[in-house]
């Protein structure tokens, strides 16, 4: 059985181990791409920095959708 090295990741504060097995030249200070606990690539700061943005503005729309979607359920609620 292969062992992987793995490194601690901080994303928006979250604080998860990272298996390197896919990337094993990421060093510390790198930026990767994680999926499931696995870094599956390095990115630049460029493009890092744009990807979290856009992961960001994509949890901001989910945030108002999920508070707008409870409002429309009280309010279903409230009128029946």
Not at 31 to 41: E, Q, R
Not at 49 to 71: F, N, W
Request: hydrophobic share 40%.
């Amino acid at each position: 059985m292969a062992v992987w090295k793995s490194e601690t990741s901080n994303f928006g504060g979250i604080v998860r181990q990272v298996a390197l097995g896919f990337v094993p030249e990421a060093e510390v200070g790198d930026y990767v791409l994680v999926h499931v606990g696995f870094a599956i690539s390095r990115l630049d700061e460029k493009e890092a920095k744009g990807t979290y943005a856009l992961l960001e503005q994509l949890g901001a729309i989910e945030a108002r959708t999920r508070a707008r979607a409870r409002e429309g359920r009280r309010l279903r609620s409230d009128s029946s």
